[in-house]
Structures are given as structure tokens and as C-alpha cells.
């Protein structure tokens, strides 16, 4: 379904790229057109969203105000069914690129931590936290821009300072690399329980008001909405970092 809405506030194209980056980051959204010129946006969705939920998408940015101007649905099909895009989606398909990161670095830190076929549960913690962070950086350093402005939407830090949703990548970067090297161990999980643990208290916070917004912990390449799934992502980085450095 396709609504078309009016949208005030945008003075220049920068304007309109941050619209629609905003919007893109709905889990429902498919695709959206904005139009500078015309003061509009066509929103294509899998199910309505409504009107309150799409402003805040904006978040901080009070100068963004969406409103409905008209909607009609469009029906697509294809073979005689309708298309996949105005189907739910499993919760197995919406988490599948996060279930397989996860089990793909699982693997590798598994076969990495073996010693004469017993394995080192430390070492498989560590190697764990390194690639975790090394893999979920990564997405987010494709498209910085992109993850800053969903970041911002939840995390209580990057809604006050813009800027600290451009540096967070890196700072995953440097905890991902501080455990691959093994440096200052009892610095680095200080730093990961510190962290991580603020960070858990923004998504939280969307979770319980029931936002349905986009998780931004793989950046903008998947489209994975903010759940219970989010929470339990950063609580265990907390929980292993304190569990290696009460057992240090």
C-alpha cells in the first residue's frame, strides 16, 4: 500500500536525504519518494503506519512534521498472487541476517578456541566479543551517515549529541580489535560493560513504548525492527564482559 503525505520543515535537498533516511529505517516502510519541490512524500509500507509513529521517526528534529494528505492502496501481483511486499514477514525472515551473523561468528570462535578437542570457554568469549564487534562495526561503517540518524532515534546519548552516533562505529571498531589483540583485557571489559550497558538503556526504553522502529546494529543494510532480540544482543555483550572480568 502506497499513502502520500505532506511534509513541512525541509529547506534543501540535505533536508529531504535526512527525510527520507529517517522514513527508510521504519521496518514497515518498503520505499519512499520524497519530493523537495512539492513538500511531499509517497510512502510505499507492508501494513499501515500511523501518522504518530512516523513523526517519531524524526525524533530530536522538532522541525520535520509529517501529516496525511490522501492515500490509495496499490495492489501488486505477481502470478496471480499477491507480492511478498504486503505479506508479514516470519520472525525467523525478519531476524535471519541477524540469527546467521550470529551463528557464523559462533562457529568460527568455536573452531578458533579448541584445544586438543576441549574447549576453552574463555577463549571462546574472547574471540566471540572480538568478532562481534569487528562484524557489527563493519555494517555500520558502510553507510555512517545512515546509521547516525537511526541511532539517534532511540539511544538516550545520541539524541543530545549528534555527533556521537558518527564515533560509535568506530568505538565498536576499537573494542572488536582490543579483543582480538588481547589489550589492557580488564580496561576493554570496563569499557564494553560501560558502553554496551548505556546503550541497552535507549533500546529498552523503545521496547517497552512499543516504537516500532528500526534496529540500527547492523546499520543500513538489513532491515531489522527494534525488539526484545535488540535488548538480549546488548545485555549478553555486558554479561561476558562481566563474566571474563570477574573470572580474570
Keep these: 500500500m502506497t499513502h502520500t503525505y505532506s511534509i ?5 535537498t540535505g533536508c529531504a ?4 533516511d529517517r522514513i527508510d529505517w521504519h521496518p514497515d516502510v518498503t520505499l519512499s519518494e520524497i519530493s523537495l519541490e512539492k513538500n511531499e512524500a509517497m510512502i510505499t509500507m507492508n501494513q499501515h503506519v500511523p501518522i504518530a509513529k512516523l513523526q ?19 495492489e501488486k501481483t505477481v502470478h496471480g498472487r499477491h507480492a511478498a511486499s504486503d505479506e508479514e514477514k516470519s520472525w525467523l525472515e525478519t531476524f535471519r541476517p541477524l540469527l546467521t551473523i550470529f551463528l557464523f561468528i559462533t562457529m568460527v570462535s568455536v573452531i578458533n578456541s579448541m ?7 574463555m577463549q571462546w568469549m574472547n574471540t ?3 568478532g562481534f564487534f569487528l562484524v557489527f562495526s563493519f555494517f555500520k561503517l558502510l553507510d555512517v551517515k545512515a546509521f547516525a540518524d537511526s541511532y539517534s532515534t532511540y539511544d538516550l546519548l545520541a539524541k543530545r549529541v549528534k555527533g556521537y552516533g558518527y564515533v560509535y562505529p568506530f568505538i565498536e571498531l576499537a573494542l572488536g580489535l582490543a579483543y582480538l589483540i588481547h589489550f589492557e583485557p580488564e580496561i576493554t571489559h570496563i569499557a564494553t560493560i560501560v558502553i554496551m550497558g548505556f546503550s541497552s538503556i535507549g533500546v529498552i526504553q523503545s521496547v517497552l513504548d512499543k516504537k516500532k522502529i528500526k534496529c540500527a546494529c547492523l ?9 526484545t532480540v535488540t535488548i538480549i544482543e546488548d545485555l549478553l555483550m555486558v554479561v561476558m564482559a562481566v563474566f571474563m572480568l570477574w573470572t580474570a
Excluded: R, W
Design 8 to 12: 513541512t520543515g525541509m529547506t534543501c
Design 56 to 74: 517519531d521517526l524524526f525524533g530530536g528534529d522538532s522541525k520535520y512534521s509529517i501529516t496525511e494528505k490522501g492515500h490509495h492502496m496499490m
Design 17 to 20: 536525504d535526512k527525510v527520507k
Design 115 to 121: 584445544q586438543d578437542g576441549q574447549l576453552d570457554v
Design 128 to 130: 566471540f566479543m572480538a
Design 219 to 227: 546499520g543500513a543494510v538489513f532491515n531489522v525492527p527494534m525488539t
